[in-house]
DNA sequence: TACGAACCTCA
DNA sequence: GAGGTTCGT
């Protein structure tokens, strides 16, 4: 049985492109609640799908490494449950994937040539995926030079980069994350692939799959299967959006939204069920080429009080749409057309699972500086489990707090 | 523009 | 019952 590759054991099969730690760190960007499907197989080794293949990632100081495996278990694409119809609506959707460059390496070439095409064209999908022609050391530089309070994260959380993430797996993705933390939606995404998606390779105990085509979230058997894995009222969301794009707009309308202004794809999201201003906006940050669309959920919110003292809206209750957008165009003018991105930034720095992060950069602060810190530290760590000076009631609620805020998403 | 209802899980 | 997002009013 096929096994999950690690660098050590096996440096010849895999391939390498020079990128720095500080223009990508794979543990945050791959785990910050961006996309869903990455898993850590071995310390620092990343494997997930893109592209319709099963590849592993690993870095070192100044290289990225990556990991193509071959779908030998491809034969049985498009024969998953809904039946007839899917199998040919798949032949749709690697159309779909050919027209965008990503599918090439499943057609049959010349073989001296078709491996050098492969490999080239492996590395162009990884330095897409990653947008790697984003200087992200220059971004770092112009937020910090402009907000003093990004300087401070920023020299602990470097490389966290946005994704340029398949549309399809992006918004049906992000549909799931309404009253949900990242932990629960990685588990739900993952039933959603297994269950209407085609499956690519085995690798030790696991089977990879393709994220589901539109048609197959489409059918109409699809909102009860989802209910009964767990996915509640967003089993509807997913099945009525899928028939809508279909219905309504066709199999290529999504990857269109790219070339449209961020105004107008948010607006063109908003229009499906499920989603509303802040999933839409995670849609047009994550794949839709709209770095400076900023999400904004109660936690942004917060952060936008706690760290910028933010207080244009604080008689506000609750997040309307006037609030969204002042926030939004409060951080685009703080950080301008990448805003989206240094927002990411500070929201992976807030999350539960790398505060460790921060304690190590504490530890190692020069002598000199310990006891400041080490009161700044204290305060700090206050901010984060009470929010900001809102008194809570009971340890229990402070802890209840801490609970959602470990594990929120975007 | 803003509020309450619905949605679901966890404590 | 709290928690956050979407939807309907």
């Excluded at 895999?14 to 730690?21: E, G, M, P, V």
């Excluded at 607006?267 to 904004?296: E, I, S």
Aim: hydrophobic share 35%.
């Amino acid at each position: 049985m096929a096994k999950h590759a690690v660098l050590s054991s096996g440096a010849k099969l895999w391939r390498s492109l020079a990128c720095a730690k500080s223009e990508l760190r794979l543990d945050l960007t791959l785990a910050c609640g961006q996309s869903f499907r990455w898993r850590e197989t071995a310390e620092g080794h990343w494997t997930g799908v893109m592209g319709g293949r099963v590849w592993t990632l690993t870095q070192t100081d100044d290289t990225l490494w990556y990991y193509l495996y071959t779908n030998q278990d491809n034969q049985s694409r498009g024969d998953k449950k809904l039946g007839d119809g899917v199998s040919l609506r798949d032949n749709n959707n690697r159309a779909e994937r050919r027209s965008k460059g990503a599918q090439r390496m499943d057609e049959e070439e010349p073989q001296a040539v078709g491996q050098q095409d492969r490999e080239l064209e492996a590395e162009l999908m990884l330095r897409d995926f990653f947008q790697l022609h984003v200087k992200l050391d220059d971004l770092y530089r112009q937020w910090g030079a402009a907000d003093p309070h990004f300087r401070k994260i920023a020299d602990i959380f470097t490389g966290v980069r946005i994704l340029r993430q398949d549309p399809t797996e992006c918004l049906f993705s992000f549909i799931c994350t309404s009253n949900n933390h990242i932990s629960r939606i990685q588990g739900m995404v993952e039933r959603l692939c297994q269950a209407l998606g085609a499956p690519l390779c085995q690798l030790d105990q696991t089977t990879y799959y393709d994220f589901p085509t539109l048609s197959a979230l489409a059918d109409s058997s699809v909102e009860a299967c989802l209910r009964d894995l767990g996915f509640g009222y967003r089993a509807r969301f997913l099945q009525q959006s899928a028939k809508q794009i279909l219905d309504t707009h066709g199999l290529q309308w999504l990857e269109g939204l790219r070339r449209v202004s961020y105004l107008e794809a948010r607006d063109a999201l908003r229009t499906l069920p499920g989603v509303g201003t802040k999933v839409a906006d995670c849609v047009c940050l994550m794949c839709l080429d709209k770095p400076d669309a900023v999400p904004v959920d109660t936690h942004v919110w917060q952060i936008a009080q706690r760290d910028y003292k933010y207080a244009a809206e604080k008689g506000q209750k609750s997040l309307t749409e006037k609030v969204h957008r002042n926030i939004g165009d409060f951080f685009r003018k703080l950080w301008g057309p990448y805003a989206g991105w240094a927002h990411s930034v500070l929201f992976c720095a807030d999350l539960k699972k790398f505060q460790s992060l921060k304690e190590m950069a504490c530890f190692n602060q020069p002598k000199k500086e310990e006891e400041e810190e080490e009161k700044s530290r204290k305060t700090k760590i206050k901010r984060e489990t009470d929010g900001h000076g809102i008194n809570m009631k009971s340890e229990n609620q402070k802890k209840a707090k801490m609970g959602v805020k470990e594990e929120r998403t975007l």
